[in-house]
């Protein structure tokens, strides 16, 4: 449906677009009247397509003749359609040159579905090519925007020249020609006699003169005006005036007592100065205000007394005796065990003394810490090698119970 189909019936619509372009013109009573023409009407057939078929859009709309005549320019807006798009290729005769005139009118109506109106440009734009040659295009789509007298008006403003097809001397009506305008000449009145040239501001000035009043002077002003005094300008004084500061004289003034240091400053504040309702106290000394509250008795001392921990130091753990220990024999356990308690009752008799020493002596063996750099290496017996060996080998495993223990047996008596 996008595209136009005028190969099918192009024939039929060569021969209908000659018979106008090649038409004869019109004789008698047609050829005075101003509306007369010659057309043939074109219409465009739309495929019926259904909105589900898949090559619904692949479908051409077909251009054939519909009708052609002569006559009056209201028959031929009798032949368009509502409901259908329509071209019209006519012939009409221009009223200023009386030379003939081809216009094409393409028509859209008003009832023509939406989806079908989306392809009128591109319909016109193929019918401009196959009916080519017109001199005025018109595009409507009702009978308001077409009507015989618009058409000849479109025509005859299109018409760029304004000249006859009679020869010379003749006229198409056979009157007597026009009588010819002549250009008006320029008559001087009385007041610009006697001048070089023409003022046409003479005339105006003058009245404008006769109604001057007396009393005023030639700038405009009269004799209420203020009398001028001074003919130049003079010059002003500016208004600004610098202020001065000495940075070196102020940085030399002694600074009044600061309220920082807990002084009061007494400054004579202009009388039109309005103070505000704050006023420093300075700086405050909290350690003596402190101070005097303790002296006065009125307060106590809000600090906490220091706790002392319940954690008790053993001292420095020595390593080296606790693997000792661990390697001797049982029989030597008892007589170290003897003296570990010995040296038990020791650290009870030295109690008292440890309760009395500080918190830093006691933590001193824990300041310095040693690590362990060696250990001791493992004694090896040399069992291996050498000439005197006392292996004796492998023997089998007696035969026993299951988890018990084997019962020794006796030698059997030899036999015989």
Known sequence: MATLNTSTNGPSISKSYQSIVNGPAPTGAASKSATHGQWAVFSVSAPLTNAFQPDAGGKESVLKVQSTGDGDLSELIEEFSDGRIQFAFAKVQDPNTTLPKFVLVAWCGEGVPERTKGYFTSHLATVSKVLHGYHVQITARSDRDLTPDSIVQKVSDASGSKYTSNPPGATSSGGPPPPISSKPAFTPTQ??????????????????????????????????????????????????????????????????????????????????????????????????????????????????????????????????????????????????????????????????????????????????????????????????????SNFTGTKAPTPGGFGHDSMSSTAAPPLG
């Open 191 to 388: 007041s610009s006699r006697g001048t070089s040239g023409f003022n046409p501001l003479a005339s105006s000035r003058a009245g404008s003169s006769a109604a001057k009043d007396t009393n005023v002077d030639e700038d405009g002003w009269g004799q209420d005006a203020p009398q001028v005094t001074r003919t130049g300008l003079e010059k002003v004084q500016s208004s600004y005036q610098p202020t001065k500061v000495n940075m070196r004289e102020l940085s030399s003034q002694k600074s009044e007592a600061s309220t920082l240091n807990g002084t009061s400053r007494n400054v004579e504040a202009p009388s039109d100065v309005i103070k505000g309702g704050y006023q420093p106290v300075g700086k405050v000394d909290i350690a003596s205000i402190r101070r005097q509250a303790q002296q006065s008795g009125g307060s106590t001392e809000d600090r906490p007394n220091v706790v002392k921990g319940s954690y008790e130091p053993v001292g420095k753990v020595d390593i080296a005796a606790i693997r000792a220990r661990a390697q001797q024999p049982p029989e030597r356990e008892a007589s170290s065990n003897s003296s570990a308690a010995a040296k038990s009752e020791t650290p009870q008799r030295d109690n008292a003394s440890d309760e009395q020493t500080s918190l830093s002596d006691r933590s001193s063996p824990f300041t310095t810490s040693e690590r362990l750099t060696s250990l001791p290496k493992p004694k090896v017996a040399n069992r291996f090698g050498g000439g005197s």
